[in-house]
């Protein structure tokens, strides 16, 4: 057996196979992998955010479609840039819990999240009932 992180604590649903030290180490894999990806995601989008700001200038010149276009496209790339950073520090508070051994549980009620919930959404934070409910508010 492997000696993966918090492996033995991870919780499971009624019907659910444990978790196995495989699929902890793809889980942690595929996570990192992400992480990566996210980093590199996040400062190309910032460098290009910082570009369309540098280049806005006063806008002297341009017309009021140029300008509203420039806007659009200044929001664009600022929401690009909040959603990526919101996916990875999503990513990175998964593989926090995993190292931590509280992977799997419930932030709302304490319950298993679900192993196949999290093998579908490995940043699930909330079982599905708690989600729901959340959502309905």
Known sequence: MSDAPG???F???DGEDPWSPAE????????????ARLTAELEVADADLTELLRNSGDGAGD????SGSSALE?????T???????LLLQSERALDRITAGTYGVCESCGNAIGKARLLAFPRA???????QREERR
């Open 11 to 13: 919780p499971v649903r």
């Open 125 to 131: 934070l909330l079982c599905v009932e708690c989600k």
């Open 24 to 35: 902890v180490e793809g889980l942690t894999t595929d996570l990192q992998a992400e992480v």
């Open 63 to 66: 017309d009021q479609a140029d």
């Open 7 to 9: 492996m033995a604590t």
């Open 74 to 78: 200044r929001e664009q790339e600022l």
């Open 80 to 86: 690009l840039v909040n959603n990526t950073r919101d």
